[in-house]
């Protein structure tokens, strides 16, 4: 048990439809990652969260994006989804950007149909 | 960050020790070598971390060697909740964005 819990964890949406997946981060985490994992294939880094502000992006579309709260909790928005975005979204806190130590959550299984 | 290979499988015996290698051959002076592991239907969990000594802590100890351009992670007692896949990560220690970037992993099966 890390203390990072994601919500919801199962989710199945339809193409071209919106999702909005969340993650409480562990007490005192201001850094919030989130990684996409599809089946067989190791975690790819979406972005990360740093006070609020987004600090850094991998290599995904605009229609990917995310939010920060004062609390360090995250928001993960997912526009006009393809059938290729099916896949375990992953959210991980560290105490901060200089934190060796990633904490994550048990994602979120996102289908998409 | 550097780019690791890992084998993509291997088996131990429950209880006999696991070793389990990663090579590194572009790893830079500062970057560091971590180890996470991922239980199925679970999120990754971070194992160790090392520059250029081996450390030791209570589930692994993790091996560099001399030249750092390999490493190797021990579970020194398999058990059979130790089946999992295994990432070798070479990044930066800390700043601005380095995220994990991970690879295919070895999937490690303890056998009873």
């Known amino acids: 048990e890390t203390g990072v819990t994601q919500s919801p964890t199962h989710l199945i949406k339809t193409r071209g439809q919106q999702v909005t997946l969340r993650c409480s981060s562990q007490?005192?985490?201001?850094?919030v990652s989130w990684y996409q994992q599809a089946l067989g294939q190791g975690p790819q880094f979406i972005f990360q969260?740093?006070?609020?502000?987004?600090?850094g992006r991998g290599n995904f579309p605009p229609r990917f994006s995310g939010l920060q709260f004062p609390n360090y909790s995250s928001e993960l928005n997912v526009n006009a989804l393809e059938l290729d975005d099916s896949a375990l979204y992953l959210c991980?806190?560290?105490?901060?950007?200089?934190?060796?130590?990633?904490?994550f959550g048990q994602g979120t299984r996102l289908t998409v149909v | 960050d550097a780019k690791t290979t890992q084998p993509p499988s291997m088996d131990c015996a429950e209880g006999r020790a696991a070793n389990l290698p990663c090579n590194h051959s572009?790893?830079?002076?500062?970057?560091?070598v971590y180890w996470y592991r991922q239980i199925h239907s679970q999120g990754p969990q971070y194992i160790i971390h090392?520059?250029?000594n081996n450390e030791t802590n209570e589930m692994a100890s993790l091996i560099i060697t001399e030249d750092r351009k390999s490493s190797t992670l021990i579970l020194p007692h398999a058990t059979l909740r130790d089946t999992a896949v295994y990432y070798c990560?070479?990044?930066?220690?800390?700043?601005?964005?380095?995220?994990?970037?991970f690879g295919s992993g070895t999937q490690l099966t303890v056998l009873p």
């Open positions: 572009t790893i830079s002076g500062n970057e560091y």
């Open positions: 090392g520059l250029k």
């Open positions: 007490s005192g985490h201001n850094t």
């Open positions: 991980a806190s560290r105490a901060g950007l200089d934190a060796t130590e990633a904490f």
């Open positions: 969260y740093y006070r609020e502000e987004e600090n």
């Open positions: 990560i070479v990044r930066l220690p800390s700043g601005s964005a380095r995220q994990l970037t």
